[in-house]
């Protein structure tokens, strides 16, 4: 019983270590300035992380004080969170599975369209019922007026590796044809047929290519490569959290079977 106990406290302390890369993860990408602007994607990975945390900890002093209630409770629920966690990052991959973005000739960044992303990310992140508040958000962020403040001639700026928000909403589209005169200053003819952002695009700061499918198609594709790293994450915490469960598990039933045969 008491070695069943030691080895349940255990399982139970590292996976109270696994929630802290969770939360960490959370945390992350709360502080990226395009989840400032999506506010419903900000904090559920932290309330997850935060979720087990506690319920590990739940474990550990069932386990390490032998309450064997609480050790119960908690293997169901870290059954349940595991699921949870297994079910958000299904959920993550198929909805970050296509990139969007395609390369610019003589340009180190790339550019983004909102063909090339998930009907799920289109309908749910920048939908006309979500974009007037991101746009506005986006406008009053420094993501594009810090531009300024590091490239200062076009040779840089074209060598630069652009975030996709900077790429899609701080310039217009290349194929535009409008001609550099700053990060954030664009001047000359553009050629309207070319692309429908091309009409959209403003040297005004507060307009800039906020109203461009681009920029839509940009704030996918930063969310997109942030939740990939994240994914990283999480898939080694979740494969270490599913094994210490099993091992959990099984330090459960040695423990009820030597109490059966005490009795």
Known sequence: MAMSNNITALAN?????????????????????????????????????????????????????????????????????????????????????????????????????????????????????????????LAESQICPKLAGKYFSAAEFFAAHLSPIESGCCKPPMICGYQYAGPTTWNGASSVVADVDCAMWSNDPSQLCYNCESCKAGLLGNLRREWRKANVILIVTVVVLICLYVIACNAYKNAQLVDTVKR
């Open 13 to 137: 302390f590292i996976a109270l270590m696994c929630s802290i890369p969770i939360i960490s993860a959370g945390i992350w990408l709360a502080s990226k300035p395009d989840s400032e602007c999506i506010r419903w994607l900000r904090w559920p990975l932290v309330f997850i992380g935060i979720a087990f945390l506690l319920v590990a900890l739940t474990g550990f002093v069932g386990a390490y004080w032998k309450k064997e209630g609480l050790l119960g409770l908690y293997l169901v629920l870290m059954f349940m969170l595991i699921v949870l966690l297994l079910v958000l990052l299904v959920l993550a991959f198929v909805a970050t599975r296509h990139a969007g973005a395609y390369s610019v000739p003589g340009a180190a960044f790339r550019e983004y369209r909102l063909a090339g992303f998930s009907n799920w990310l289109r309908d749910h992140v920048i939908g006309d019922d979500n974009w007037p508040g991101i746009r506005a958000c």
